[in-house]
């Protein structure tokens, strides 16, 4: 098997725990979970798998130099990211959160790279960016303008729109890290640093939340998400970082969204209208203008 094909097939298996993800916090919502407490254990618990693995294997830490990449970093892919999803999830659904954050976010990390390097922007790749664009506003309203009363709805939209912003130049600057250090390693250190930013975040809910509830939904989520989502995803993100071209890293991400659809009918009973169906296949069909020019 070739390293692009191994490569790949990580991918894949991580698209398909990830896009299994929305519905999991979606579940453990419903039961009265708070979403940052959730978002919390679950780094908790990737945290304490990490520390085990750095207590045996005790590999060098980054330099000191890469202190400042790696705060941004935790940041940027932690420590506000899950606000912002967990929050999408909440408020918008599972399925419409992951079509925003997953479509989205190669849009985004061709902007970033676009702008970063002052390359220029082709006519047919500002087609692109108009329809996915187009395609985000269906998806975000179903193709009902009643939306614009529904602010909970536009809000959990907004916040679909930020993670994918945030991934995205999540994963450009990671490739630096990766390309200097072990991605295990260094997928540790951010969980570490993450964590520590989530902390203090998930308290404040606790104390302001009336009700907040723990069922066996919340300990099943954050052992999903500590464990599969967290350790084995991120390292397996980052590895695919190392070989293939952060483009066709973000590119995978298209099949999330199809992943959370399936889920999200099977174990929720929800579905997407068929406009906001029709709009993702937009932001899809934008995605491939760009790419293709």
């Known amino acids: 098997m070739s390293?692009?094909?191994?490569?790949?097939?990580?991918?894949?298996?991580?698209?398909?725990?990830?896009?299994?993800?929305?519905?999991?916090?979606?579940?453990?919502?419903?039961?009265?979970?708070?979403?940052?407490?959730?978002?919390?254990?679950?780094?908790?618990?990737?945290?304490?798998?990490?520390?085990?693995?750095?207590?045996?294997?005790?590999?060098?830490?980054?330099?000191?130099?890469?202190?400042?990449?790696?705060?941004?970093?935790?940041?940027?892919?932690?420590?506000?990211?899950?606000v912002f999803q967990y929050y999408g999830v909440s408020y918008a659904g599972p399925a419409v959160t992951a079509i925003l954050v997953t479509l989205l976010c190669p849009v985004m990390i061709f902007l970033i790279s676009r702008f970063k390097y002052g390359e220029k922007v082709a006519p047919q790749q500002t087609l692109g960016?108009?329809?996915?664009?187009?395609?985000?506003?269906?998806?975000?309203?179903?193709?009902?303008?009643?939306?614009?009363?529904?602010?909970?709805?536009?809000?959990?939209?907004?916040?679909?729109?930020?993670?994918?912003?945030?991934?995205?130049?999540?994963?450009?600057?990671?490739?630096?890290?990766?390309?200097?250090?072990?991605?295990?390693?260094?997928?540790?250190?951010?969980?570490?640093?993450?964590?520590?930013?989530l902390v203090p975040i998930a308290i404040s809910e606790y104390?302001?939340?009336?009700?907040?509830?723990?069922?066996?939904?919340?300990?099943?989520a954050i052992l999903y998400l500590g464990v599969l989502c967290t350790v084995l995803g991120y390292v397996f993100w980052f590895k695919a970082l190392t070989g293939l071209s952060a483009s066709s890293t973000g590119a995978t991400l298209y099949f999330e969204p199809v992943v959370t659809v399936i889920f999200a009918y099977i174990l929720l009973g929800q579905g997407i209208g068929w406009t906001a169906a029709a709009g993702g296949a937009l932001v899809l069909v934008g995605i491939l203008l760009i790419a293709r020019a």
């Open 3 to 82: 390293r692009p094909t191994y490569l790949y097939l990580l991918l894949a298996l991580t698209i398909l725990i990830w896009g299994n993800s929305f519905v999991i916090v979606q579940v453990a919502i419903d039961d009265g979970s708070p979403p940052i407490l959730i978002a919390m254990g679950r780094f908790i618990v990737a945290s304490s798998v990490f520390g085990v693995y750095l207590l045996l294997r005790r590999p060098k830490w980054f330099d000191r130099s890469d202190l400042t990449t790696y705060l941004f970093l935790a940041f940027i892919g932690i420590g506000i990211y899950y």
């Open 129 to 197: 960016l108009a329809v996915a664009a187009v395609g985000s506003f269906f998806v975000i309203t179903d193709g009902d303008l009643s939306f614009m009363s529904n602010m909970t709805q536009i809000l959990g939209g907004v916040f679909g729109v930020v993670c994918a912003i945030l991934w995205a130049v999540f994963t450009v600057e990671g490739k630096k890290i990766v390309r200097k250090y072990d991605p295990f390693v260094s997928t540790a250190h951010l969980t570490f640093l993450g964590t520590a930013m």
């Open 207 to 220: 104390l302001l939340s009336d009700s907040a509830e723990f069922h066996v939904s919340f300990v099943f």
